[in-house]
């Protein structure tokens, strides 16, 4: 059976964040990322987490993304890796490695425009609108030559 490393997080930048270029010269850069829990089922306050986040390369370079307060969404892996400090003691760091990240906007309530219409408000009528057909197109009356130009593969 195969495994899959897949983690999206939805959160707020939090504290400083350390863009850096390696001796390689590859950009890193690396923050924090407060993000909630679900609610509690008991209506105590359910509290938040703040994961360590590392970008790499032409991502680490758009630090626009990395201001406090900006929300992202942040799709990569989860990563754990040790390393030894300068006194020989071993430390152990996990962290999410982003391969894609979305900005959705910040705390002060200046996120992207809302749709003009709640989902709920949203009819069939309106969504079939752009589409005219002069017959049923699931009448069954296509032939098979009709056909043969629209399958893919």
């Given at each position: 059976?195969?495994?899959?490393?897949?983690?999206?997080?939805?959160g707020?930048?939090r504290g400083?964040v350390d863009a850096?270029?390696?001796?390689?010269?590859?950009?890193?850069?690396?923050?924090?990322?407060?993000?909630?829990?679900?609610?509690r089922?008991?209506?105590?306050?359910?509290?938040?987490?703040?994961?360590?986040?590392?970008?790499?390369?032409?991502l680490?370079?758009?630090?626009?993304?990395?201001?406090?307060?900006?929300?992202l969404?942040?799709?990569?892996?989860?990563?754990?890796?040790?390393?030894?400090?300068?006194?020989?003691k071993?430390?152990?760091?996990?962290?999410v490695?982003?391969?894609?990240?979305?900005?959705?906007?910040?705390?002060?309530?200046?996120?992207?425009?809302?749709?003009?219409?709640?989902?709920?408000?949203?009819?069939?009528?309106?969504?079939?609108?752009k589409?005219?057909?002069?017959?049923?197109?699931?009448?069954g009356?296509?032939?098979?030559?009709?056909?043969?130009?629209e399958?893919?593969?």
């Amino acid at each position: 059976m195969s495994s899959l490393n897949k983690i999206i997080l939805i959160g707020y930048v939090r504290g400083a964040v350390d863009a850096r270029v390696t001796q390689s010269g590859e950009s890193v850069t690396k923050f924090t990322l407060e993000v909630e829990r679900p609610e509690r089922s008991d209506g105590l306050p359910s509290g938040s987490d703040n994961v360590p986040i590392v970008v790499w390369r032409q991502l680490a370079e758009r630090q626009e993304l990395f201001r406090e307060e900006n929300m992202l969404m942040v799709e990569g892996r989860v990563s754990a890796r040790s390393y030894d400090d300068n006194n020989g003691k071993r430390h152990w760091v996990t962290e999410v490695e982003a391969r894609d990240i979305r900005a959705l906007g910040t705390s002060g309530n200046t996120a992207p425009e809302a749709p003009s219409k709640k989902l709920e408000e949203i009819k069939t009528d309106d969504v079939f609108a752009k589409f005219e057909f002069d017959e049923d197109p699931f009448s069954g009356k296509a032939s098979t030559a009709d056909l043969e130009d629209e399958i893919p593969f």
